[in-house]
């Protein structure tokens, strides 16, 4: 079965410094791996994808994700963070196979990030 | 604005009420998707749209009624909920269903609480 596990429920950084949130999965075959930010009263809004190709991906906000394939990983990085950056952080995984079907994404439980001024 | 919006935002209903939710997306996308978000839990895929037909329903009760009348409405409709169906329902759209890298473009959810 397909999953995707966030093993922190809540992440503390101070401002400034670099952060790392992390995300693992499960799928059978090669995986589409996405990050999405919920801000508070808001609906998800995609941060970046991991497809095929460099393992390390950048996204929106100055975000950046690596592919470790052998570690099942997947983690959200900032070299610095901001007080905005507070959020909560959803990892997602889609199994990367063309059978004409819906392919089901799978999100992980979120991880709330909270930067400290 | 991910051009997606739903109506209403917030929404307090008692046990035999029937309520309705509706999403609605200017991005030309013919997928559309509920999902149902409650705190430290996954989110809930529960229905799939692609071109107005139902691809996926995800073991939902049947109080959860989904509508999909074109490829740019969706529609929750509710009746004889349970207290744990209170959560925030997402709406979300995307370009072709069948195309495993697309993103999702979400909405800002319906707050719903059921007394």
């Known amino acids: 079965a397909q999953s995707v596990a966030q093993p922190e429920d809540q992440v503390n950084v101070a401002e400034g410094n670099p952060l790392t949130v992390k995300c693992t999965y499960s799928?059978?075959?090669?995986?589409?791996l996405f990050w999405y930010v919920q801000y508070p009263n808001r609906g998800l809004q995609f941060l970046l994808k991991?497809?095929?190709?460099?393992?390390l991906v950048k996204g929106s906000y100055g975000f950046e994700a690596e592919f470790n394939k052998s570690q099942t990983s997947f983690h959200l990085k900032k070299p610095s963070a901001l007080v905005s950056d507070s959020a909560l952080y959803f990892c997602?995984?889609?199994?990367?196979?063309?059978?004409?079907?819906?392919?089901?994404?799978?999100f992980g439980t979120g991880t709330k990030l909270q930067v400290i001024p | 604005e991910t051009g997606v919006t739903q109506t209403p935002r917030h929404l307090v209903m008692g046990m035999t009420n029937k309520k309705s939710l509706k999403c609605e997306q200017h991005?030309?996308?013919?997928?559309m998707y509920w999902y149902k978000q409650s705190a430290k839990k996954p989110l809930e895929l529960m229905f799939v749209?692609?071109?107005?037909?139902?691809?996926e329903n995800n073991s939902v009760p049947s109080r959860f009624s989904p509508e999909c009348p074109n490829s740019s409405h969706l529609f929750l409709h509710l009746h004889t909920l349970q207290p744990e169906d209170s959560a925030l329902y997402l709406c979300?759209?995307?370009?072709?269903?069948?195309?495993?890298?697309?993103?999702?473009?979400f909405g800002s959810g319906t707050q719903l609480s059921v007394l």
């Open positions: 979300a759209s995307s370009q072709d269903q069948r195309r495993s890298n697309e993103k999702l473009f």
């Open positions: 799928v059978s075959g090669n995986p589409y």
């Open positions: 991991y497809i095929t190709g460099d393992n």
């Open positions: 997602a995984v889609r199994a990367a196979l063309n059978s004409g079907g819906y392919q089901k994404v799978t």
């Open positions: 991005l030309g996308h013919n997928a």
């Open positions: 749209y692609s071109l107005e037909e139902r691809v």
